[in-house]
């Protein structure tokens, strides 16, 4: 699980801008970087946002969505998986996905987020 939640809000962020854009994000052979994203939403809108205001976009829509689940209930003990997943071997190599190392990057992905330790924005 090491390293991943970095690699898990690249991807968020990422996506974020994509379905802001109401982009299809289904289309596989296509991963669209910054540079190309920041072109579709300048021909787009006229607005000029570098990768650094396209994550800050991206990372308003996050803390928002974040928000809004916070007040509707769902907290950081919603933040997990189905049980199927810590207990049915997964892929070719046969491993199961481990409690402890989903927290972990679970509290690496709140710290990368500027979250406090229970998942809540500041």
């Given at each position: 699980?090491?390293?991943?939640?970095?690699?898990?809000?690249?991807?968020?962020?990422?996506?974020?801008?994509?379905?802001?854009?109401?982009?299809?994000?289904?289309?596989?052979?296509?991963?669209?970087?910054?540079?190309?994203?920041s072109e579709i939403v300048?021909?787009?809108?006229?607005?000029?946002?570098?990768?650094?205001?396209?994550?800050?976009?991206?990372?308003?829509?996050?803390?928002?969505?974040?928000?809004?689940?916070?007040?509707?209930?769902?907290?950081?003990?919603?933040?997990?998986?189905?049980?199927?997943?810590?207990?049915?071997?997964?892929?070719?190599?046969?491993?199961?996905?481990?409690?402890?190392?989903?927290?972990?990057?679970?509290?690496?992905?709140?710290?990368?987020?500027?979250?406090?330790?229970?998942?809540v924005p500041s």
């Amino acid at each position: 699980m090491e390293g991943k939640a970095k690699l898990f809000l690249e991807f968020e962020d990422r996506f974020n801008i994509h379905d802001s854009l109401i982009l299809c994000r289904f289309y596989r052979d296509i991963y669209w970087d910054w540079e190309y994203l920041s072109e579709i939403v300048e021909v787009s809108t006229g607005i000029e946002l570098d990768e650094k205001g396209l994550r800050t976009v991206s990372s308003t829509i996050q803390n928002g969505t974040r928000r809004f689940n916070l007040r509707e209930g769902i907290t950081s003990k919603d933040d997990t998986l189905p049980k199927r997943f810590f207990g049915e071997p997964l892929g070719k190599g046969g491993k199961t996905i481990q409690r402890q190392g989903l927290q972990k990057m679970l509290q690496d992905y709140y710290a990368l987020r500027g979250w406090s330790p229970e998942g809540v924005p500041s």
